[in-house]
């Protein structure tokens, strides 16, 4: 079921995370957005999925 069907239009407070990837030039990866922007790559927690800490770093 879609969220906004649930909810409405109230606030919401999603879980999510991003990540600094940086090589050995110090440049910062970035990810090219659909609407033209940048941004750092990660995402957003879907409803109903069990929280899971993945590692990042190697």
Known sequence: ???????GHRPL???GS?????NE???L???HRTDGGWG??????????V???QQGVK
């Open 51 to 53: 929280w899971k800490i």
């Open 1 to 7: 079921m879609e969220l906004r069907k649930l909810v």
């Open 13 to 15: 407070i999603l879980t």
């Open 40 to 49: 750092l790559p990660g995402g957003l927690m879907e409803l109903g999925r």
């Open 29 to 31: 990866l970035l990810q």
């Open 25 to 27: 030039k110090k440049e």
């Open 18 to 22: 991003v990540v600094l990837i940086v």
